[in-house]
T-cell receptor, first 112, second 115 residues
Framework: RKEVEQDPGPFNVPEGATVAFNCTYS??????FFWYRQDCRKEPKLLMS???SGNEDGRFTAQLNRASQYISLLIRDSKLSDSATYLC?????????????FGKGTRLHILP | NAGVTQTPKFQVLKTGQSMTLQCAQD?????MSWYRQDPGMGLRLIHY???????DQGEVPNGYNVSRSTTEDFPLRLLSAAPSQTSVYFC??????????????FGEGSRLTVL
């Protein structure tokens, strides 16, 4: 089983709709979780961290399910500008540093 | 605020040539890293450093060298370029050793083509 798995998509969603996607991880020692956003031909940028209690930032909600080992990202009232690839990131503690694992990303297309 | 600066943005090499991708950050970050991104493969870690004078191999280190003589700079050297090294390269940094602050800052990327 891969360390971090995401549905590659693309998810084609009409503007204004709600869309959600998950990311599963295999290592139960995983400590920190994040969603990054990457626009076409650009660098990844942090979208939000994912906390155990769940967290919300405007139209975006991130949740962590440690028992089932997945994180989720929900986007409400989607905008054309939300079109991007969303990368799941998981860290695993090691002796000197954390192992940082990127998912391959989920492509999202918001349709006008 | 410059953040993470990579040069060059684009480069075309012939097989066997060597070159260095430059990366500099002005945020006094301890952790720096190099990734390559290929279609369908996602981001793969090449080398990383948790501080000046310390470097470690990532997932795909073969064919690349790094050094970290200062906190600010983390160059990536291709020793003898091969077509398989055609990719987009990203340098990234974060505060502190380890990654406990949660945010990795990326440069804009360097697109390398090896003919």
């Amino acid at each position: 089983r891969k360390e971090v798995e995401q549905d590659p998509g693309p998810f084609n969603v009409p503007e204004g709709a709600t869309v959600a996607f998950n990311c599963t991880y295999s290592n139960s020692a995983s400590q920190s979780f994040f969603w990054y956003r990457q626009d076409c031909r650009k660098e990844p940028k942090l979208l939000m961290s994912v906390y155990s209690s769940g967290n919300e930032d405007g139209r975006f909600t991130a949740q962590l399910n440690r028992a089932s080992q997945y994180i989720s990202l929900l986007i409400r009232d989607s905008k054309l500008s939300d079109s991007a690839t969303y990368l799941c990131v998981v860290t695993i503690p090691r002796n000197r540093d954390d192992k940082i694992i990127f998912g391959k990303g989920t492509r999202l297309h918001i349709l006008p | 605020n410059a953040g993470v600066t990579q040069t060059p943005k684009f480069q075309v090499l012939k097989t066997g040539q060597s070159m260095t991708l430059q990366c500099a950050q002005d945020m006094n970050h301890e952790y720096m890293s190099w990734y390559r991104q290929d279609p369908g493969m996602g981001l793969r870690l090449i080398h990383y450093s948790v501080g000046a004078g310390i470097t470690d191999q990532g997932e795909v280190p073969n064919g690349y060298n790094v050094s970290r003589s200062t906190t600010e700079d983390f160059p990536l050297r291709l020793l003898s370029a091969a077509p398989s090294q055609t990719s987009v390269y990203f340098c990234a940094s974060s505060q502190g050793q380890g990654w406990d602050t949660g945010e990795l800052f990326f440069g804009e990327g360097s697109r390398l083509t090896v003919l």
